[in-house]
C-alpha cells in the first residue's frame, strides 16, 4: 500500500496493559513496524521498563500513563473501588489521547478497559486486540465477570482482532461475528549466526539429544512435563539436556528445582534464567518442547519452526492449530509425560525424518506467516475503521 505523506498520517493511541516484554508486547512492537509510515502510532505504557526501552529505540512516542486491569486476585474480596479507579485511569487516558488527536483507540489487551472507557467517553473508535484465552487457568478474575467484560467489549469495539481460530471459536458466543478478525501474530526473530558466543556451551556431550523450553515459568507453561519426561528417558538409556529458559513465578521455579532433585536428573536439565533474545539458545538445542496447559498462539513455537527446530507440542489450544502432526512437527497428548518421551525417542531414531519435517515447518511459516501478508490484513482493519 502507498504512504500517504507524513503531515497527514491519522494517529492510533495504543494501549499496553504492561511494560515488560511479554508475549504481548512483542505482538506490539511487531504491530507498530507494519503501520509506521501509514500512521502515526502513540503508546500508553504504565510503567517505565523495557517495552519502553523498545520503544525509544524504534522512535515511537509513548507516555507513561499509570493504569490498571480490570482484574483481581482471587485471594483478595472483590473490591469496589478499584471501579472507580477504572474510571479514573479511563479520565486520564482521554486526556492524553484528545492531546495527540487520535483518531483511533487501540487496546493490545483485554485484562485493562482503560482505553475502552476512554475511547467510549471521547467517542472515538476502538479496537481490541486479544491474545488471552480466558482467566479461568489464572488465579484472577474479572471485576465485572467475564461475561459482562465480553459484552463491553463487543459493544464498544468497532472491531476485534484474536490471535487465532482457537480464540475465534472460544469467543464465538460473545462477539458478533463481522466485528471479528483473526489474524496470526507476526513473528520477527532478531538474526542468530554470529551470537551464539555470547552464551555457554550447551550441556549436551556427543551423542546426547539436546531439548529446551522456552517461556515465562509458572504452571500453565508446564516446564514440569518437560523436566518428567528427561527422567523418563534418562531410566530408559537415553542421554538428553533440557534448558529452561525464562523467568519465573519463584514459588514454581523452586517445585522445579525440586523436581529435578527428586527426579535424579541436575545434570542434564539446567534453568538458565531470562535472555532478551532466546533465539541462540533454541538454535543450540536440536528440540524445543511446548507442553503448556492452554495456548492462544505460541510465539515461542513459531519462533523454533522460523529457525528449523523440530517442535513437540501438546494438543492444547492453538498448537494443533500452529503444528499439523508429522508435517511441521509432532502432537501429544496433554499430561501424557511417556507418551511425550516416546515422541522424543521417534524423533531420535529418525533424524532423516525429522529434517524433512523440520524443513516443511520453516518454509510453512516463511510462506504462511510473512510480514507483508501481516500488514496487509491489519492495515485493512484500521482502514476500515478509521477510513483510508
Given at each position: 500500500?502507498?504512504?500517504?505523506p507524513?503531515?497527514?498520517?491519522?494517529?492510533?493511541?495504543?494501549?499496553?496493559?504492561?511494560?515488560?516484554?511479554?508475549?504481548?508486547?512483542?505482538?506490539?512492537?511487531?504491530?507498530?513496524?507494519?503501520?509506521?509510515?501509514?500512521?502515526?502510532?502513540?503508546?500508553?505504557?504504565?510503567?517505565?521498563?523495557?517495552?519502553?526501552?523498545?520503544?525509544?529505540?524504534?522512535?515511537?512516542?509513548?507516555?507513561?500513563?499509570?493504569h490498571?486491569?480490570?482484574?483481581?486476585?482471587?485471594?483478595?474480596?472483590?473490591?469496589?473501588?478499584?471501579?472507580?479507579?477504572?474510571?479514573?485511569?479511563?479520565?486520564?487516558?482521554?486526556?492524553?489521547?484528545?492531546?495527540?488527536?487520535?483518531?483511533?483507540?487501540y487496546?493490545?489487551t483485554?485484562?485493562?478497559?482503560?482505553?475502552?472507557?476512554?475511547?467510549?467517553?471521547?467517542?472515538?473508535p476502538?479496537?481490541?486486540?486479544?491474545?488471552?484465552?480466558?482467566?479461568?487457568?489464572?488465579?484472577?478474575?474479572?471485576?465485572?465477570?467475564?461475561?459482562?467484560?465480553l459484552?463491553?467489549?463487543?459493544?464498544l469495539?468497532?472491531?476485534?482482532?484474536?490471535?487465532?481460530?482457537?480464540?475465534?471459536?472460544?469467543?464465538?458466543?460473545?462477539?458478533?461475528?463481522?466485528?471479528?478478525?483473526?489474524?496470526?501474530?507476526?513473528?520477527?526473530?532478531?538474526?542468530?549466526?554470529?551470537?551464539?558466543?555470547?552464551?555457554?556451551?550447551?550441556?549436551?556431550?556427543?551423542?546426547?539429544?539436546?531439548?529446551?523450553?522456552?517461556?515465562?515459568?509458572?504452571?500453565?507453561?508446564?516446564?514440569?512435563?518437560?523436566?518428567?519426561?528427561?527422567?523418563?528417558?534418562?531410566?530408559?538409556?537415553?542421554?538428553?539436556?533440557?534448558?529452561?529458559?525464562?523467568?519465573?513465578?519463584?514459588?514454581?521455579?523452586?517445585?522445579?528445582?525440586?523436581?529435578i532433585a527428586?527426579?535424579?536428573?541436575?545434570?542434564?536439565?539446567?534453568?538458565?534464567?531470562?535472555?532478551?533474545?532466546?533465539?541462540?539458545?533454541?538454535?543450540?538445542?536440536?528440540?524445543?518442547?511446548i507442553?503448556?496447559?492452554?495456548?492462544?498462539?505460541?510465539?515461542?513455537?513459531?519462533?523454533?519452526?522460523?529457525?528449523?527446530?523440530?517442535?513437540?507440542v501438546?494438543?492444547?489450544?492453538?498448537?494443533?492449530?500452529?503444528?499439523?502432526?508429522?508435517?511441521?512437527?509432532?502432537?501429544?497428548?496433554?499430561?501424557?509425560?511417556?507418551?511425550?518421551?516416546?515422541?522424543?525417542?521417534?524423533?531420535?531414531?529418525?533424524?532423516?525424518?525429522?529434517?524433512?519435517?523440520?524443513?516443511?515447518?520453516?518454509?510453512?511459516?516463511?510462506?504462511?506467516?510473512?510480514?507483508?501478508?501481516?500488514?496487509?490484513?491489519?492495515?485493512?482493519?484500521l482502514?476500515?475503521?478509521?477510513?483510508?
Amino acid at each position: 500500500m502507498s504512504k500517504p505523506p507524513p503531515t497527514q498520517l491519522k494517529t492510533i493511541a495504543f494501549v499496553s496493559n504492561s511494560g515488560d516484554l511479554g508475549g504481548a508486547e512483542c505482538v506490539l512492537l511487531d504491530l507498530l513496524d507494519i503501520i509506521v509510515g501509514h500512521y502515526h502510532p502513540v503508546v500508553m505504557v504504565p510503567t517505565h521498563g523495557p517495552l519502553a526501552k523498545k520503544l525509544s529505540e524504534r522512535g515511537i512516542s509513548y507516555t507513561v500513563t499509570h493504569h490498571t486491569p480490570w482484574t483481581y486476585h482471587t485471594s483478595l474480596q472483590w473490591p469496589p473501588l478499584w471501579l472507580n479507579s477504572q474510571i479514573w485511569y479511563a479520565l486520564k487516558l482521554a486526556h492524553f489521547i484528545r492531546k495527540e488527536r487520535a483518531s483511533l483507540v487501540y487496546s493490545n489487551t483485554m485484562v485493562t478497559g482503560s482505553g475502552l472507557f476512554a475511547a467510549f467517553l471521547l467517542r472515538k473508535p476502538h479496537i481490541c486486540h486479544i491474545h488471552e484465552s480466558s482467566l479461568d487457568y489464572l488465579p484472577y478474575r474479572f471485576l465485572l465477570s467475564e461475561r459482562l467484560t465480553l459484552y463491553l467489549i463487543n459493544r464498544l469495539s468497532q472491531k476485534i482482532i484474536l490471535v487465532s481460530h482457537f480464540l475465534n471459536t472460544r469467543f464465538k458466543a460473545h462477539f458478533a461475528s463481522q466485528k471479528v478478525e483473526v489474524v496470526y501474530n507476526l513473528v520477527q526473530i532478531s538474526p542468530v549466526e554470529g551470537s551464539r558466543k555470547s552464551f555457554e556451551a550447551p550441556l549436551a556431550r556427543p551423542q546426547t539429544t539436546r531439548l529446551c523450553m522456552v517461556g515465562f515459568m509458572f504452571p500453565l507453561k508446564r516446564q514440569e512435563h518437560g523436566i518428567l519426561a528427561v527422567g523418563h528417558l534418562k531410566k530408559t538409556g537415553h542421554s538428553v539436556t533440557l534448558d529452561l529458559i525464562g523467568s519465573g513465578v519463584p514459588e514454581y521455579i523452586d517445585y522445579l528445582n525440586e523436581l529435578i532433585a527428586i527426579n535424579g536428573v541436575a545434570h542434564e536439565v539446567r534453568l538458565r534464567g531470562h535472555f532478551e533474545n532466546a533465539a541462540p539458545i533454541m538454535d543450540q538445542n536440536d528440540i524445543v518442547l511446548i507442553c503448556s496447559e492452554i495456548e492462544s498462539f505460541s510465539r515461542v513455537t513459531v519462533e523454533a519452526m522460523r529457525l528449523g527446530k523440530l517442535v513437540i507440542v501438546s494438543d492444547r489450544g492453538a498448537l494443533p492449530e500452529i503444528v499439523t502432526h508429522m508435517k511441521t512437527g509432532l502432537i501429544y497428548p496433554y499430561g501424557d509425560i511417556p507418551q511425550l518421551a516416546t515422541w522424543i525417542t521417534w524423533a531420535i531414531n529418525n533424524p532423516e525424518h525429522c529434517k524433512t519435517i523440520q524443513h516443511a515447518a520453516k518454509e510453512w511459516v516463511a510462506q504462511t506467516l510473512t510480514f507483508e501478508r501481516n500488514q496487509n490484513q491489519i492495515l485493512a482493519i484500521l482502514n476500515s475503521v478509521i477510513g483510508e
